[in-house]
């Protein structure tokens, strides 16, 4: 079986949870021969490059190293988790700064190390204002970057999949726009469960408005919940989905779940967050959200709390004030 392109890619944070599943669903996924682990804390590093030889993946020729000179050398893809995972108790928000400097420590080194890169996925939180820095302090374009907002659209199809006890194929078109936390907005009109539009079956005997209500909490709440359930953040399911994201870059299938990107336009403005996206070799294209009013308005206070974060690293001196933004990224 081929690989899908002999290109670098390389895991960053690949020591710990999310990193080791990401770099062993590469492998099986047989996205490139050339995988390269990367974490600047070498305990674990090596067990996983070992763990990874023993699965004996056919054509494989994995590296690993703590030397991030020695990682982006060459790298064409990116995935990194590399930032403080979320423990009990904790938003996302509460990694802000220390994460934030991680992202863009990150970006310098892109730019001084792999200024060739097609495409970088950014996982670790609170993603959007990582992935934000990232672009920022890298110089790569817009279409470049990318986050993990699409695990909460692949949430709210699980909840609904449970509640109406279908498969979660058989819910489709769901889609959460935003900030990749609490403040996240779920729309109900996209999404159809086993071809019947949610509006219908929301405040029906099917689905009360209480019990809608009830389930979107949990979908925001979803990555608390596995840290309730396991006593730690969840990896598998960002560890696939980025997988899958950053399979779309290298050529697989598009991914069109709402990733999160950076978005300038005439309503939203310099920001990074979930939006409509079509993720394929060429990068990450945008078209416009379409939603109700209420919807929108979930939409517009989900950007207003993104600025929020953006300005408060700002303040912080991680990134310069926005007008000043060409001055480090000329793709801006």
């Not at 020729?61 to 000179?69: D, H, P, Q």
């Not at 449970?162 to 194929?169: A, M, Y």
């Not at 979107?216 to 006593?231: F, S, T």
């Amino acid at each position: 079986m081929d690989y899908k392109t002999n290109d670098k890619l390389v895991i960053i944070g690949a020591a710990g949870m999310i990193g080791s599943n990401m770099a062993q669903t590469a492998a099986m996924m047989r996205l490139t021969p050339n995988l390269c682990l990367y974490d600047p804390f070498e305990q674990g590093l090596e067990g996983v490059a070992e763990e990874i030889r023993h699965c004996a993946f056919d054509g494989l020729n994995l590296t690993f190293t703590s030397n991030i000179e020695t990682a982006l050398h060459g790298a064409k893809y990116i995935v990194s988790s590399g930032g403080a995972p979320r423990k009990d108790g904790m938003t996302r928000e509460d990694l802000l700064q220390g994460n934030a400097k991680i992202a863009a420590e990150l970006g310098d080194n892109i730019k001084k190390y792999c200024p060739d890169v097609k495409h970088v996925v950014i996982i670790f939180n609170p993603a959007d204002v990582t992935g934000l820095v990232t672009l920022i302090h890298s110089g790569l374009k817009p279409s470049q970057v990318t986050t993990l907002a699409a695990l909460d659209t692949t949430r709210l199809q699980s909840e609904l999949a449970k509640h109406f006890c279908v498969e979660q194929s058989q819910v489709t078109g769901c889609r959460t726009y935003g900030g990749h936390g609490e403040q996240m907005a779920v729309f109900a009109s996209t999404a159809k469960v086993d071809g019947t539009p949610l509006c219908e079956l929301i405040g029906s005997p099917k689905l009360s408005v209480e019990e809608w209500n009830n389930l979107r909490q949990r979908v925001v709440k979803g990555g608390a919940n596995i840290i309730k359930l396991r006593g730690r953040s969840s990896f598998q399911s960002p560890a696939y989905v980025s997988i899958e994201m950053i399979a779309a870059a290298m050529g697989a299938e598009p991914f069109t779940k709402p990733v999160g990107c950076y978005i300038n336009n005439d309503k939203y403005n310099n920001v990074m967050m979930a939006y409509e996206t079509h993720l394929d070799k060429e990068g990450v294209h945008t078209t416009d959200v379409k939603g109700t009013t209420e919807e929108m308005a979930e939409l517009d206070k989900s950007y207003e709390h993104l600025k929020t974060m953006r300005d408060q690293i700002i303040g912080m001196g991680i990134i310069p004030p926005v007008e000043s933004w060409k001055e480090l990224n000329p793709n801006l």
